[in-house]
């Protein structure tokens, strides 16, 4: 989804820094655990390597398993290569360092890891964390780089936002950012969570940081969406086109398949300005796609785009491109691989949801007609030299010959992307022209959601009894969230290294309670302890809320 906007590794001020001014220790929880990042090979085309070179920038110790090979100074180069299901491991002269099963492991103690002749936005491909290397087959391996969540944003933000759009943008970005990265998913590997291209979110590693989205990533620290206590889906993509649309209408079921997929309360369209009402009319959408009306996507050079085509073109292209697209299962009926449709008569739109996105077409031929659902089938089915269709937000312009045969079709649109959740170059506008903050942004293409830490359960099972958590606040403004289901009378905390009692409502279910007289401006770190007087086998839900009351 994103590029690159930049080439140069830069460094920005560091949590552990501003944490030790303030006195505040970082602890190990939720926000910073480890996520592995399957790297791919030049261009994404595979997550398997044959061989490789591997590189650190600083000194490094090199595992097998859990039994150290050996540590090695800077500039190490190992080469790998796979006899059967064996990891052979050579160095610069070719001579052989080690022969293992594996898994292998570089465990990096300063400094980056790169990968020889790998190239990321034009720069090598250098990554924080550790790399482990793991063989699915034989003769093949993943490269995983093992690395926790914040420091992995690092590498994402800059490259799925750019810089340019400015730090409440960023900063947006980096909550949605972080939100779909912990988020409960199925692995399509077991031997990694996400892959480094837009299959999962862009990340290019250490070398394409750059020092405002590194900030962006420092002042959000631990900051992720709620509604009703779970994370949210966090769906964004580049520009709307003034207008966001419900989730139910641009996706499917993951699992069943089933379109439109069951509604989510936090992902509704939402227009730019209110006064633009529903656009699920064709006649609402020619009004709106034809102009160019006030938006936050304004700048986006998708926000309005035209596609023609002749009959013959569009006949070709459709024909390319429907078996694949049945495949999907959104056309029916479904046209198999080498079958011939009949000549294309005329193309109609069915339904659109509330943002002009067409939701259903009808593509009439001499013999049949087939209907198509859901966006991302319509953009890869309406091909325009080759090209997928930035998006399904357009209204058709048909033209017929003199004896009423369709001859040519001129498409007006707007957009790039689904058009759910969060608009990239829309949450630009508002945080550098509106001068609106980031919970502001996220809270416009969010609905009725919360911005804190991640929930946890504090339980008589947490480990010694206590569990931690960080977070930075812009404005000291922070509350307790509790549901009180047991009737406890008080918490005991450590605030910023501050023994605290904080006392609860034993008659309400949910107590929220203002911390902000405990807290300081940039990073907090709140430990708390299980309550004695609850007893066993019990839990209290609870999370901490950032910003303004509203």
Request: aromatic share 12%; glycine share 8%.
């Amino acid at each position: 989804m994103g590029a690159y906007y930049g080439n140069i590794p830069q460094k920005t001020l560091q949590i552990a820094r501003e944490a030790s001014a303030g006195g505040v220790n970082i602890i190990n929880t939720t926000q910073s655990k480890t996520v592995r990042v399957a790297i791919g090979t030049t261009g994404f085309s595979s997550y398997v390597w044959e061989n490789a070179s591997i590189y650190t920038t600083g000194n490094f110790d090199l595992y097998n398993k859990k039994t150290l090979i050996g540590n090695y100074d800077s500039q190490k180069v190992v080469n790998i290569k796979m006899v059967g299901k064996i990891f052979v491991l050579t160095d610069e002269n070719d001579d052989v360092i080690e022969k293992v099963s594996g898994p292998i492991r570089f465990v990096n103690n300063e400094g980056f890891i790169g990968i020889k002749g790998l190239k990321r936005a034009g720069v090598d491909a250098q990554y924080r964390g550790d790399i482990e290397l793991v063989c699915p087959s034989e003769g093949k391996f993943h490269i995983i780089n093992s690395i926790d969540v914040e420091s992995y944003l690092k590498g994402v933000v800059p490259n799925e936002m750019p810089v340019r759009f400015g730090l409440e943008a960023l900063k947006a970005q980096t909550v949605a950012a972080r939100n779909y990265v912990l988020s409960p998913r199925i692995k399509s590997n077991p031997n990694y969570d996400v892959v480094d291209s837009v299959a999962s979110q862009v990340y290019f590693g250490a070398n394409t940081e750059k020092m405002l989205s590194n900030r962006a990533v420092d002042e959000t620290y631990g900051i992720v969406a709620l509604y009703n206590w779970d994370l949210i889906l966090a769906l964004y993509s580049s520009t709307a086109g003034g207008y966001t649309e419900s989730y139910s209408n641009a996706f499917s079921e993951p699992y069943t398949k089933v379109f439109p997929a069951q509604s989510k309360p936090y992902l509704i369209a939402v227009p730019d300005y209110e006064e633009y009402g529903y656009l699920n009319t064709d006649q609402e959408a020619e009004r709106y796609f034809k102009s160019k009306p006030k938006s936050f996507d304004i700048n986006s050079p998708y926000y309005r785009w035209e596609r023609e085509w002749t009959i013959d073109e569009l006949q070709t292209e459709i024909q390319n491109h429907i078996a694949a697209q049945s495949d999907a299962g959104f056309v029916h009926p479904c046209v198999n691989k080498g079958e011939i449709i009949d000549r294309i008569t005329d193309v109609n739109v069915i339904s659109r949801g509330f943002s002009g996105k067409i939701i259903k077409l009808e593509i009439k031929t001499q013999t049949k007609t087939y209907t198509v659902e859901k966006e991302l089938v319509i953009r890869r089915l309406f091909t325009n030299k080759g090209k997928a269709l930035p998006s399904a937000n357009f209204v058709f312009n048909n033209e017929y010959d003199e004896n009423g045969n369709l001859s040519k079709i001129k498409i007006y649109g707007s957009g790039f992307g689904h058009g759910v959740g969060l608009s990239q170059y829309g949450a630009g506008f508002m945080g550098s022209e509106l001068k609106m903050t980031y919970d502001k942004i996220l809270k416009h293409y969010y609905k009725n959601i919360t911005l804190g830490t991640v929930p946890f359960i504090l339980s008589s099972n947490t480990a010694q009894n206590y569990y931690s958590q960080n977070f930075y606040t812009d404005d000291k403004k922070a509350y307790l969230v509790v549901d009180n289901k047991y009737k406890v009378d008080y918490l005991d905390l450590k605030i910023n290294g501050v023994d605290e009692k904080i006392c609860l409502n034993p008659d309400q279910r949910l107590n929220k309670i203002d911390l902000s007289k405990y807290l300081q401006r940039g990073l907090n770190a709140i430990t708390f302890y299980y309550p004695i007087s609850l007893g066993q086998g019990k839990g209290l839900r609870i999370y901490i809320e950032v910003g303004q009351d509203e």
